[in-house]
């Protein structure tokens, strides 16, 4: 059994099998899943987990060279956009409309749907190569 990181199995999977340039989402309970893209649903509940709580988690375990954001979530939900910021420290971090990362997320690899309820909560993480 693993004993620390990402104990889930498919996220765990999905990150090791990541290549330069791959992207993961993690999305809010609304965020809509295109298909073809692999579905991972950790939602229980309303708020739970929550999206904060499961990029922590990833980053532990992901190279992230750049990630990108709703422009949207700077105003609809700011407190949210500044733990983003906060937690991303300095990885570049990108915006687009909606619409634009909505379109994006058709070439993710995978998309995390939590159990967050709050507005744009959804974050593309593009891996990056640790050397």
């Not at 409309?97 to 994006?104: A, D, P, V």
């Not at 070439?107 to 967050?116: F, P, W």
Request: proline share 6%; aromatic share 4%; net charge negative.
């Amino acid at each position: 059994m693993k004993k620390q990181g990402v104990l889930n199995q498919p996220i765990s999977q999905v990150i090791a099998g990541m290549g330069h340039g791959d992207m993961l989402v993690i999305g809010d309970c609304g965020l809509p899943i295109p298909p073809g893209v692999q579905r991972i649903d950790l939602a229980l509940t309303a708020g739970v987990p929550g999206f904060m709580q499961t990029l922590t988690t990833i980053l532990e375990e992901l190279q992230v060279e750049e990630a990108i954001i709703a422009q949207e979530m700077k105003e609809v939900s700011p407190a949210m956009e500044e733990a983003v910021v906060r937690q991303m420290g300095t990885t570049p971090l990108g915006r687009m409309s909606h619409e634009e990362f909505k379109e994006m997320t058709k070439r993710a690899v995978a998309v995390v749907r939590t159990g967050e309820c709050t507005p744009y909560a959804n974050i593309i993480l593009k891996s990056g190569v640790v050397f």
